[in-house]
């Protein structure tokens, strides 16, 4: 029995994108989109969160590409929140956190901008008024203050005026900045995006992750070093967590892919590694986070020995899991990644699609019930509704590019 490229299955995906999307347009508050509740409702205290926003004009992009009426007042209500409220007029960038009085944190994190980046990437694929112009200036502080060519990674954070950089390093933000450089190049044709993030992917599934048995470091000083033993006094950190963080194999392991195609798609060489370093990554991933402690879901995170460490279930480690299935499923052809793609998606019907009020329960404990050490609420549709789109199209383009294209389901 196979799922992947089956119509009916095809339409199943369509209507949860659908779900995902109606659920969605209760975040929108006059400073972008706000944080929402377990139950759908805005969070007042949360403000408005650049990722969050970001990640929902991202969203809408596609649902503008999926000729989904409504969803291009939702892009043009976040592009004009990022040239508002988000915007720092004074020394360039987008706030981190805002409110209905101004900033809330004012300071300049890369794993944000990549989100700037791909949301405008994916307005512009979409045809939205302003996108373009925004993706120039997104483009334009993404290499300016985050981009270093000399380490070929991107540098983490800065406080509001660009003076002072944070030493530390990390991987979380440079993998997002690799989709975000993805979808750039595509809707740019300018290939030196491409580059870059084929730099990232070099070091961090060629280089770095075989060297730790594939348990990827995730924090690191200035210089690069890893830092093993980082926040171990609060493993749970939401986006800094102690130890190896299981979903962020699987998101590599999909990039990863992605990155091949674009480049055999543009006619250039593969470099090695990166194939195999996805379908082990994909393996590490099974076989230390899926079901290790006695009930089915992925654990968050393990130890450098490979231990669970912080148990509770994130959905989108789910999401992923189904993406790199789906798209390990596509590159080789092979039907035991279809296998791990229906298993993954009843879990994923059992525990997390929420029929009630919407969207997915973004944590479940470790016997899986509803939790909320790590995540409170359910603030983006981000990772869910890519899931329902990566088994659909080809693994280059990006997401946004391919709908513009026509490339969905052939």
Known sequence: MRWLGTPAHARWLEREADALLAFAAGSVVDEGFGYLDAEGEVVPDEGVHLWVTCR?????SLGVLLGRP?????????????????????HGGWYAQVGPHGPIDDRKAAYAHAFVVLATSSATAAGRPGAREALDRALEVSLRHFWDDEAGMVVESWDAGFTELEPYRGVNANMHTVEAYLAAADVTGDDAWLDRALRIAQRVVVDLAPQHAWRIPEHFDEAWQPLLDYNADSPADPFRPAGATIGHWLEWSRLALHVVAALEARGRAVPEGLE??????????????????GD?????????????????RMHWVVTEAIGAAAALGRHTGEETYDAWYRLWWEYAAQ??????????VHELSPSNEPSGTVWEGKPDIYHAIQATLVP??????????ALAQGLLDT
């Open 56 to 60: 929902m004009i991202h969203a809408f």
């Open 392 to 401: 659909r199209l080809p693994l280059a383009p990006s997401l946004a590019s």
């Open 296 to 312: 089915d879901g992925f654990v968050y995170t393990v130890t450098f020995e490979g231990a669970p460490l912080v148990r509770e």
């Open 351 to 360: 525990h997390l699609i929420d029929e009630e009020h919407g969207s997915w």
């Open 70 to 90: 409504g969803a291009a007042s939702m892009v043009d209500h976040g592009l004009a929140a990022l040239a508002g409220p988000l915007a720092d007029a004074e």
């Open 276 to 293: 195999t370093g996805a379908r082990s990554l994909f393996e590490a991933a099974v076989e230390e986070g899926w079901s290790v402690d």
